[in-house]
């Protein structure tokens, strides 16, 4: 029940509320002049991760992604025993203590035809093999997101078809929290998200993944509580008090919000995380940011361990700002870390985090990915009036072209339900998405990364090579690439992957003009060969 303080303090906020809010007009300029990608056609094609693992025992969701008119059928040999697909969704789940690789072959059918690809199972101790993929809710509603947002976004991944393409996570980031209490006395929603588990369960069905926030701190970034508190019953200090809004975020009547929420970043002595664990996987929890900083060992290690005593595999990701340092350690207990401050949507903030990750390139890899944070593009704004990014069309290709490169978790910022033509454009391209989702996970290196351009390369499965062009100037550029010096000694062929086919070389050589903060991006293939 709510303190008579708190519900004192609602009275008068309630005017403001969020809830049934349509959302506000905003200008979304035409950009379909600088597409790229060529629509999909009507024929299937697999996409998306070509790996993925599992631990033993779990609960198993993975969605066949494939674009194609629909209807469309699928099949699937050689999946390990316990089990199943959903021919008509795609959908693989069950339970399998199958531990080791399983080879599956995956067929999808329509009247156009078929498309096959092999996809590799593996049951083990890994989860995350490829880098994240799917939309976050903190760039574009802030601390203000409700259930009918996350719901808005789940479904406009799967009508515009987004979720053909490998995009699979729903992640509600702060501001979801309430109270303590229920079976395990965890963290309970407030009144913004009235049915945890008929959300995760319509997220489910669309064949999607639903992600959660929190922190070991008292009390969150956004001031809701956290996985920590000061007393042993979990009860909060400006609660009791009731120095909240509605929703039981710390807030100081006439007080400075921005200034007063630091108040409650603290770590406490009693914890909860075992408690809060157990809840989010009654609730079917695919995903978990925990956000503070410094992040420390001990309260890293705490939160690993607490999901892996339940049957769910949560994504555990690790926010902000990790310290270099503890690098090795991220490795073993963490499946992503944030290796920054939060992104924003102006060349000079994601230029340099971007073109600043080569230090993290020794600790990427299947289950521990470096995460330069989310994609800023489409509609943003953190909070409820949105903007369109401030970044140019070419800076978006350069944005897109960099964290795919990088290996870095892919993680979609902006309202999806509103997601213009030019902004699906850069999210669907599966060339370029599979230099992200490659099986080596190999993060791109720099063979050039001064003041002008950076050039990219990233050695991939199949024996071919990513790379990536960057102009950092506000000219054109132009920058050759030359297979020779990158040791090619036989016979390649170069592919522009933005615009899928193939182009001319001058006998080793390419010679490619970069737009003004742009970037292009190619494979080099077959490779070298026995």
Not at 187 to 201: G, R
Not at 300 to 329: F, G, H, Q
Not at 505 to 513: C, E, R, S, V
Request: with cysteine; charged share 20%; proline share 6%.
């Amino acid at each position: 029940m709510k303190t008579t303080a708190c519900i004192i303090l609602a009275a008068g906020l309630l005017s403001v509320s969020v809830h049934g809010k349509s959302p506000a007009p905003v200008v979304i300029p035409d950009n379909s002049a600088y597409i790229l990608t060529p629509k999909p056609g009507p024929e299937p094609r697999i996409n998306g991760a070509r790996i993925f693992g599992a631990r033993p025992g779990s609960q198993f969701l993975f969605n066949i992604a494939a674009s194609g008119e629909r209807p469309m059928s699928f099949s699937a040999v050689g999946l390990p025993e316990g089990l199943s697909l959903d021919t008509s969704t795609g959908q693989i789940t069950g339970r399998t203590e199958a531990i080791g690789t399983h080879t599956v072959e995956v067929t999808a059918t329509n009247n156009y035809g078929s498309a096959n690809r092999t996809l590799r199972i593996v049951i083990g101790d890994k989860i995350a093999l490829t880098p994240p993929m799917g939309w976050n809710s903190w760039n574009c509603w802030g601390r203000d997101v409700t259930q009918e947002q996350v719901l808005s976004s789940a479904r406009a991944m799967h009508d515009k078809r987004l979720i053909d393409h490998g995009w699979s996570y729903i992640n509600i980031d702060d501001g979801w929290q309430g109270m303590r209490g229920g079976k395990y006395n965890a963290i309970q929603p407030n009144d913004k998200f009235p049915d945890m588990q008929a959300l995760t369960s319509e997220v489910h069905a669309l064949g999607l993944k639903l992600g959660i926030y929190s922190s070991p701190w008292v009390g969150t970034y956004a001031a809701h509580i956290g996985s920590y508190a000061d007393t042993p019953d979990g009860q909060y200090h400006w609660i009791q008090e009731g120095n909240c809004n509605e929703n039981y975020r710390f807030q100081l009547p006439g007080g400075n919000y921005m200034k007063d929420r630091k108040r409650v970043r603290y770590h406490s002595q009693y914890s909860f995380v075992e408690n809060d664990a157990r809840q989010w996987a009654d609730w079917e929890i695919d995903y978990l940011k925990y956000d503070w900083k410094p992040n420390d060992v001990a309260h890293i290690k705490e939160m690993y361990e607490a999901p892996r005593n339940t049957s769910r595999d949560i994504v555990y990701s690790l926010s902000n700002n990790a310290p270099l340092a503890n690098a090795p350690m991220l490795v073993e207990y963490a499946d992503a870390w944030r290796t920054t401050g939060d992104i924003r949507d102006n060349w000079d903030n994601f230029s340099k985090i971007g073109f600043s990750q080569d230090r993290w390139a020794p600790y990427a890899g299947p289950g521990h990915w470096p995460d330069a944070d989310m994609l800023v593009v489409g509609l943003v704004g953190w909070g409820p009036k949105l903007h369109y990014t401030n970044l140019t069309p070419d800076e978006q290709y350069t944005h897109m072209t960099l964290w795919s490169i990088l290996a870095s978790p892919l993680l979609i910022g902006c309202d999806l339900a509103r997601i213009d033509d030019f902004t699906l454009s850069l999210l669907t391209n599966d060339e370029v998405i599979d230099v992200n989702q490659d099986p080596l996970g190999y993060h791109g290196a720099p063979l050039v990364n001064n003041d002008e351009e950076a050039v990219y390369i990233k050695p991939l499965e199949d024996g071919s090579m990513a790379i990536a062009l960057f102009n950092k100037t506000l000219d054109p550029r132009q920058i050759t690439i030359d297979l020779k010096k990158l040791g090619f000694y036989v016979d390649q062929h170069l592919r522009d992957l933005w615009r899928q086919k193939d182009v001319e070389m001058n006998g080793h050589k390419y010679t490619a003009t970069v737009a003004p903060h742009g970037a292009n991006m190619y494979r080099i293939y077959p490779g070298n060969t026995l």
